[in-house]
């Protein structure tokens, strides 16, 4: 099989890091307790008890929503003409002619990330829009 994938990023098997943090502050305070460690792993917020909160505006909102909205995760994908749309506004008048397949990506600097490391090597230049 032909791949494109940048030789440091061939055959890389998602690690869980983020939330492999999340997993190590839990052990940590089941071990030290909960007044020794600090959890600032991603996605973490939590009173002087270390219970979990919510900011009330963001909870007042959440309250308001219907629940399709809430559970659903990033619906960049499933939006009729998103992902062509976004290929028509990176490109503009300057659409190469060659193979574009536009994809859903959690979080858009993470894309970016995700393509970068993905598809480049050391000493590569990569251009990219101001």
């Not at 999340?22 to 600032?40: E, L, P």
């Not at 990176?90 to 659409?95: D, K, N």
Request: net charge neutral; hydrophobic share 40%; with cysteine.
């Amino acid at each position: 099989m032909k791949t494109r994938a940048a030789i440091h990023a061939r055959g890389k098997v998602y690690a869980g890091k983020l939330f492999g943090t999340g997993m190590a502050a839990k052990q940590a305070v089941a071990q030290y307790g909960r007044k020794n460690v600090i959890d600032a792993s991603m996605g973490v917020i939590t009173d002087n008890n270390g219970t979990l909160i919510c900011l009330p505006t963001v909870e007042e909102q959440f309250r308001v929503m219907p629940i399709e909205e809430i559970i659903s995760y990033s619906p960049v994908g499933e939006l009729p003409g998103f992902l062509e749309a976004a290929v028509k506004h990176t490109f503009g008048e300057s659409r190469p002619d060659a193979y574009i397949r536009p994809i859903a990506s959690a979080g858009g600097a993470g894309a970016i990330s995700n393509v970068i490391w993905n598809y480049s090597n050391v000493g590569d230049t990569i251009l990219t829009h101001d």
